[in-house]
């Protein structure tokens, strides 16, 4: 069973930094498998925000969290990892993780390899 436990989300004031954590189980070959931090709002899409692929570390960010957010992977522990910083109020959702069939770093497209999100982890933004 396919699980993906974000955490780390909370309430910060603009300009505030985050780091959340993405824990992966259930599948095998986590290291083979590019992945992916999506956020939602209430009535939107779930988007796309930050990607790395595999062993070679490849990013891939959507241009409002560019030079702002970081992605990174530790293959070892099965973590996945998004460190945000100069937040914005609409940085706030709730943030989800997942891993990545397919994904183009250039236009932030991308398949989700499972059809399992988890909870995910709020993160608001506000004065």
């Known amino acids: 069973q396919v699980q993906l436990v974000a955490s780390g989300g909370g309430s910060v004031h603009p300009g505030g930094s985050l780091r959340l954590s993405c824990a992966a189980s259930?599948?095998?070959?986590?290291?083979?498998?590019?992945m992916g931090w999506y956020r939602q709002v209430p009535g939107k899409e779930r988007e796309l925000v930050a990607a790395?692929?595999?062993?070679?570390?490849?990013?891939g960010y959507e241009d409002s969290v560019k030079g702002r957010f970081s992605i990174s992977r530790d293959n070892t522990k099965k973590i996945v990892y998004l460190q945000m910083s100069s937040l914005r109020p609409e940085d706030t959702a709730v943030y989800y993780c997942?891993?990545?069939?397919?994904?183009?770093?250039?236009?932030?497209?991308?398949?989700?390899?499972?059809?399992?999100w988890g909870q995910g982890t709020q993160v608001t933004v506000a004065s």
């Open positions: 997942n891993a990545l069939s397919w994904i183009n770093v250039e236009t932030m497209q991308a398949r989700i390899a499972f059809d399992s």
């Open positions: 790395i692929l595999t062993s070679d570390g490849v990013t």
């Open positions: 259930g599948f095998t070959y986590f290291s083979r498998y590019s």
